[in-house]
């Protein structure tokens, strides 16, 4: 049985070793499934991680095969589902897990969209809390919207929204954790604006730019081009490799994490022969002490660029041209990345509204003109010209107004969502700078640090 | 500005008024809205509560006039936008809003159920973080699925699972709360299911239960006949009232809270006339103080009876008729509350699960039929004889495929949805099973009591 939390031993340290894959495990499309999964389950196996949290494990019976195969040195296994076809998400433990939880995210595409399919997945972040040695470990899974063009992302909003959710999800439900680490498939680069949000809110490290030792691809790359899975169309504008995968952690004042090493696959098994999936695998191995409180006389330093790159086509979403009048003055000394970074996701939620406005306005007239052809036609076949025609037409009419009506709804629902999320990240930001004003650096402290001024001070 | 958490002074003791009221607010519905509005407003302002909760607020318009209205003595507010209508919860609170979070609940009855309506109302727990005095406030807000007939109740499942929901969110969030707080119309009477898997499993007291003083309607019934918008309909087989609003709360130990008193309206306006909404409004003023960790030496008294006091006519849902194969055998000794609710709400979903299960092979079969027809008419339009019928058919047929693949992807997404909450279940029943193994008493501290425990210790 494990000890109770903080109840770690002074001077005691703690390994973790952590293992994360997007699997591409999509049954009748996935190329060698059945072999790489075998694979994978013989490198787990002989591997013995703390946590193996993987992602796109979009078949069940897959997990439940990995999991006959992995009872002895994971004994504890979850599967998240979720959606119609489900989260994908799944962990395999070697230490008993204490607490499980999920939270799918309310924004997740377009269900006409039906060949991109992510709205039909129940994307999601999967939450597991473990106790080790006396240490509360809060370790989150999790798989956002896919981007399929970065030229013309239509999908932005909607990944900003759930890295936000995300953010949200990790601050709410860490207060207690002693170290929290998240693992998964963010489909962002790491200076993208959702990437930025979520390290910006939520204090947690990258590990590919902290760890002590790494290995593997150039820039940290966990999509690459000398995987034999993945296509130059894949890769976009970047024709090397893509970072999108991640390891982010962090711990509270009073203990210590660094990441002694952080491996990732070179488009290969990790041994020898074909990759295990059409992303790289990372595998990190951090160190736990206790430590005092960290109190860094200098603003702490942020791992996101500013302005965001984003492609040069584009231009920076913060340009005072967009929305200015509904922006808050902003003045010169309030341009810390967290008050930037929230003040930028705002916008970007304000122009999804618009959007989602414009499909609202569409629909309705589509809705209007449909019935007044359905009313039209009613006349037509009570007359005798034009019977035929007129019932030959109703159903088609019938079903155009139909599915105006199931455009129209969804669009609402996608407003309400993007307008509670500007209105937390208002909130957010208002808060911010009120910490601001009051001299303190609104980086993480005043908005996360309740727990971590607490621990201080005990 | 208030001070930072945990900062209480000692001897230090906060008086807490809280405002609780189902408003009845559905546009071009609900009978003298503007005038009930108004009365609100005015009785809000008049008292000047520390916090005002409000559900079945569904016209935002409505929530902005009061905003202007109640902008002196409640300067923090906060609307909960979520699905296609809204949630309908919104918040006054006299003192800051330190963070605002929500949780929209996976399963909320269905599309198809239109006259009910619920589906499209994102119903949703909200969350607001408060600092009073130095102590941290979590107050949430919800409003559950409605109860339509209790003879024959379809949403019973979905209700349990949003318990569930419920149950988990504020544990999760509220790790780092010195006193939690829950108002709402949980639609649920005081020893349904999922009433009691709430207060088993979070630790919540009732407010009317624990009151030192009570004025209001027998039995603490929040829906009364003498209230002239309710029906008799309304009341289904109680005449003279159910009780279904609910002022739930609990303090971690370190700190002592009391309920001091309980007001529930009488079916009029608290100071006189015709009555503010439907439901009647609860009143709860709340001591919170300093005090010795409680440690009581015999288990805590449930406030749930069992078995659950359902309808005589339905059999309890603890039968060992009921899916004997799939439950894990229990023991004498496992008869605690908090496992006994666990395993009723796990056999709950079970039986959702089952349901959902028929509706997607009905809606499988009836696709399969509507395919073969579509083939069918296609031959018919290509020959001579039947051509115009087969052209005139041809579009409802369509609609029909369509229509039953809606219904299919519906209850597959509501199958996952039950699935996923009854593994959460399971796990939470193993170690509420284990820490009865080890001598400990499972009812709160095992699962919830990590941050009791370390306060204790502290």
């Known amino acids: 049985m494990d000890r109770p939390p903080s109840a770690m031993k002074p001077n005691f340290s703690l390994r973790l070793r952590v293992f994360n894959l997007n699997c591409w495990d999509i049954p009748y499309v996935s190329k060698h499934r059945a072999d790489r999964l075998k694979n994978l389950g013989d490198f787990l196996n002989a591997e013995s991680f703390d ?60 269900p006409y969209m039906i060949h991109h399919g992510d709205w039909f997945c129940g994307k999601a972040v999967g939450l597991l809390v473990l106790h080790l040695s006396g240490l509360v470990l809060n370790a989150y899974v999790t798989h ?143 160190c736990v002490r206790h430590g005092p409180p960290q109190h860094s006389p200098s603003p702490p330093h942020s791992e996101c660029p500013f302005p ?33 970074v929230l003040r930028d996701a705002w916008m970007e939620m304000g122009l999804g509204i618009a959007r989602a406005r414009w499909w609202i306005a569409f629909a309705g007239y589509v809705i209007g003109l449909g019935l007044l052809l359905l009313m039209l036609l009613c006349v037509l076949a009570a007359g005798e010209g034009a019977r035929e025609v007129a019932i030959l037409f109703w159903s088609p009419s019938a079903g155009l107004v139909l599915g105006a009506g199931a455009v129209f709804l969804f669009h609402v629902h996608e407003a309400k969502g993007l307008h509670s999320i500007q209105a937390e990240l208002q909130h957010a930001l208002k808060k911010a700078k009120e910490a601001q004003a009051l001299g303190a650096e609104p980086q993480l402290a005043p908005l996360l640090g309740q727990q971590e001024g607490d621990r201080a001070e005990e």
């Not at 095969?65 to 979720?82: E, G, I």
């Not at 994908?88 to 377009?110: A, D, M, R, W």
């Not at 965001?308 to 808050?328: E, I, Q």
């Open 308 to 340: 965001w790159p984003f492609l040069t086509s584009r231009p920076p979403l913060h340009s005072d041209l967009l929305l200015p009048s509904a922006l808050p003055c902003l003045g010169p000394a309030e341009k810390s990345s967290l008050i930037r």
């Open 144 to 286: 956002l919207h896919a981007e399929y063009s970065r030229q013309k992302d239509i999908y932005l909003t909607h990944r900003v929204a759930q890295a936000w959710e995300l953010a949200q999800f990790i601050h709410h439900t860490s207060k207690k954790a002693d170290v929290v680490l998240l693992c998964g498939d963010l489909n962002m680069h790491p200076g993208d604006l959702g990437c930025c949000l979520l390290k910006e809110y939520t204090g947690l490290h990258d590990a590919f730019l902290k760890t002590q030792d790494f290995k593997g691809p150039e820039d940290g790359c966990t999509m690459i081009k000398h995987n034999c899975y993945v296509s130059q169309q894949d890769l976009g504008p970047f024709p090397f490799g893509i970072r999108i995968d991640y390891v982010l952690y962090k711990a509270v004042p009073g203990f210590y994490i660094s990441c002694k090493s952080l491996k990732i696959t070179t488009g290969h098994h990790p041994h020898h022969g074909t990759p295990l999936s059409d992303h790289e695998a990372l595998m990190a191995t951090f």
């Open 51 to 110: 946590l193996a949290l993987l992602e796109e494990v979009w078949s069940e019976k897959d997990f439940q095969d990995l999991r006959r195969k992995l009872a002895v040195p994971y004994p504890a296994a979850h599967y998240f589902r979720s959606g119609i076809i489900g989260s994908g998400l799944c962990v395999f433990s070697k230490h008993p897990i204490q607490e499980i939880s999920h939270h799918v995210y309310t924004l997740n595409g377009y």
